[in-house]
């Protein structure tokens, strides 16, 4: 049990805490694993929903006899879920690395959203800090990256499109 005197934070509104609860989650656990882990996720969800573009369009009159762009539009569709994938993690994954570098938190007492502000002591401030540099900042640099790669095939694909 932690001492109130020290920590008065509910346990659950800690930096910290909401850190391991996000690297219990089966969907922000995709970065922390691997590059690899990560693309083979992002590749199956975007798989998994390419179908229901390529169905919504397939009933309209304008793609009725052109299967390329059928295709295409519904490859576009499927990474702009990708796109929206990535930019969740990457949101919340800021979220956590702003929580555990503040150095105040603040927080609600009893649920009636009292907030409330402490100042985290310097001894209490080091644990989160490194969390955030050494776990959190690289798994931001990585969905970076993921949410360039897709930005870039996401507008490549929109003007291959309107060339065609």
Not at 98 to 117: C, N, P, V
Not at 128 to 141: G, T
Request: net charge positive; glycine share 4%.
């Amino acid at each position: 049990m932690i001492d109130k005197t020290i920590w008065p934070v509910p346990i659950s509104q800690s930096p910290s805490q909401e850190y391991l609860a996000h690297k219990k989650s089966w969907f922000y656990i995709w970065p922390l694993k691997d590059q690899n882990y990560l693309f083979r996720y992002l590749i199956a969800s975007r798989l998994i929903i390419l179908p229901v573009p390529i169905l919504v369009n397939s009933q309209g009159l304008v793609f009725k006899n052109q299967l390329l762009k059928l295709l295409m539009t519904s490859s576009i569709a499927g990474c702009l879920f990708t796109l929206i994938l990535i930019i969740r993690q990457l949101l919340d994954w800021m979220y956590i690395q702003k929580r555990l570098l503040l150095e105040s938190i603040e927080y609600e007492e009893s649920g009636w959203h009292d907030g409330r502000l402490w100042e985290k002591s310097f001894k209490i401030l080091t644990k989160p800090r490194l969390i955030a540099q050494y776990e959190v900042k690289p798994l931001i640099l990585l969905l970076n990256k993921y949410l360039a790669i897709t930005t870039s095939i996401f507008i490549g694909g929109y003007c291959l499109f309107q060339v065609l």
